[in-house]
């Protein structure tokens, strides 16, 4: 079945440092592959998605581009800001007969300090 | 544009109760699916209702049931909770065969004594 891998956390940076969170899959078919941010309290954001291999999602200066051949949805930010902190979640949707289920990783708790 | 909306946004029920979750999808879709996510893990998929059927369902066991309505709202029911029921429920919604984006509440707190 489906399946994500997320890189075990939690992740701890100061302002202003490099992100890079670590995501594969395991799926049936061409999956479409999606980062979703969840912030203290609250439901899940759509962060950036990419619906075929070679792709590349960005959004609020995040990036992740579709890896076919490693099966990996890597999640990069530049610099991160102490907004940043949050829970984010790598996710996947098979389509066909799982049209618009999605399968989601553990999560990777980000904080970032001043 | 409204987006998804539940409620209630916390309950506290007692073992062996019975709970009901609502949710109002985004404006302009058509489908409703249900989450639940235990604190510290990522959202597990409880079932997907499109056209007012059952169309998916994942790995729970029947005291979970639902219903969408003509409006494409949609309810969630627990019977006979348990402890390990405690969990957040988040309804998700989409427009079926318009790709797969697909938008979140903000969840319903189930806390289950």
């Known amino acids: 079945g489906d399946s994500v891998t997320q890189m075990e956390g939690p992740v701890t940076l100061s302002e202003e440092a490099f992100l890079t969170i670590n995501c594969t899959y395991t799926a049936t078919g061409y999956p479409s592959l999606f980062w979703y941010v969840q912030y203290p309290g609250e439901g899940l954001q759509l962060l950036l998605k990419?619906?075929?291999?070679?792709d590349k999602g960005s959004n609020k200066g995040f990036e992740a581009t579709y890896r076919k051949e490693t099966t990996s949805f890597h999640l990069e930010k530049g610099s991160v800001q102490v907004s940043d902190s949050a829970v984010y979640f790598c996710?996947?949707?098979?389509?066909?007969?799982?049209?618009?289920?999605?399968?989601f990783g553990q999560g990777t708790i980000l904080t970032v300090h001043p | 544009d409204a987006g998804v909306t539940q409620s209630p946004t916390h309950l506290i029920k007692t073992r062996g109760q019975q709970v009901t979750l609502r949710c109002s999808p985004k404006s302009g879709h058509d489908t409703v699916s249900w989450y639940q996510q235990a604190l510290g893990q990522g959202p597990q998929f409880i079932f997907q209702y499109y056209e007012e059927e059952e169309r998916q369902r994942g790995n729970f066991p029947d005291r979970f049931s639902g219903h969408q309505f003509p409006n494409y709202s949609s309810e969630l029911n627990v019977n006979a909770l348990l402890l390990g029921d405690s969990a957040l429920y988040l309804c998700?919604?989409?427009?079926f065969g318009a790709g797969d984006t697909i938008y979140f509440g903000e969840g319903s707190w189930l806390t289950v004594v």
């Open positions: 998700a919604s989409s427009l």
């Open positions: 990419a619906t075929k291999a070679d």
């Open positions: 996710a996947l949707s098979s389509g066909g007969t799982s049209y618009g289920k999605l399968t």
